[in-house]
């Protein structure tokens, strides 16, 4: 009967320590580390990420990483609809990004979001898909 106790109470941390807190912190469960060494590593596996092409182009190489590990931030652990923005070093830049909830494409996690740029006034909102690999990262698809 105390096995069954425990068997009991070890389950039930375990899907606890699974949730998302209220103050958006990935559980035990969510924390997933890439395997690849460096968060340059993680931003490269982004593949330029979602950003329209003609946009990208007008950022500089610093706006952009910021951009991509915005991206990576709610791919990777914000929750459902939760706004991650980033502000460039150019005055007027500045982005949103929010993702969708994961789900399973085989046995891959895959997310939709949208990454809102604004430069000098003018909006670009681009949408995708993103799927984390076998190496951990996210990888947008084409």
């Known amino acids: 009967m105390r096995a069954g106790y ?18 958006g912190q990935p559980g035990l ?3 997933f580390a890439p395997q690849s060494s460096g968060q340059s590593s993680v931003i490269e ?4 990420g979602i950003i329209d ?3 990208s182009a007008q950022l500089t190489a610093d706006d952009r990483r910021k951009a991509l590990e915005a991206e990576y931030r709610a791919l990777e652990a914000a929750p459902s609809g939760q706004i991650v923005a980033w502000k460039g070093a150019q005055k007027g830049v500045s ?7 994961p789900y ?9 979001y949208v990454h809102k740029i604004t430069r ?9 898909t993103a799927c984390r690999s076998e190496d951990g990262n996210w ?4």
């Open 95 to 101: 982005g949103e990004v929010y993702a969708a909830q």
């Open 45 to 48: 596996a982004l593949n330029g």
């Open 104 to 112: 399973e494409v085989g046995s891959q996690n895959c997310r939709q």
């Open 53 to 55: 092409p003609a946009v």
């Open 29 to 31: 469960l969510n924390s």
């Open 120 to 128: 000098d006034g003018q909006s670009t909102t681009t949408r995708g």
């Open 6 to 23: 425990l068997v009991v109470l070890a389950a039930t941390l375990l899907a606890v320590t699974g949730c998302t807190a209220t103050t």
């Open 139 to 142: 990888t947008p698809l084409v």
